[in-house]
């Protein structure tokens, strides 16, 4: 795992502390920080929760305002990463996509497209 991706683990566990034990876990039970299982298992569900509910609005701004520093941020593997993973799950459902939308900056958008089309789901 590289620095950034080491980097972005912490400040999602710094966001979503309540995440920490589901974490630990994740590394006990595969032995290692398999970084996209932690991000996909741990974190996401709850940046989805967060979107549906849209309650707590403070965080869903850090959070996705830290999201347009990554999607900006010209690490290739964590923005590789960061696309197979955050982008492709906030795709999955298009009502929780348009409330993420609300959130994201132009470069975030864009990345969450390309992800799209990279699944097939957008035509190129």
Known sequence: ??????????????FISSSKDEYEKS?????????????????MPKVLKLLV???????????????VEVSNCGDAH???????TVLEMLGNDRDVLRIAQKYMGPKTIQLQIEADRCLGRIDI
Do not use: A, W
């Not at 006990?28 to 299982?37: K, S, Y």
């Not at 964590?78 to 197979?84: H, P, Y």
């Open 1 to 14: 795992m590289n620095v950034k991706t080491e980097e972005f683990l912490g400040v999602m566990l710094d």
């Open 78 to 84: 964590l923005l590789n990463t960061f696309s197979v």
């Open 53 to 67: 509910e849209e309650k707590n609005v403070n965080l869903l701004k850090y959070i996705f305002d830290y999201f």
């Open 27 to 43: 590394v006990e039970d595969n032995g290692e920080v398999l970084e996209t299982v932690i991000i996909e298992d741990v974190f």
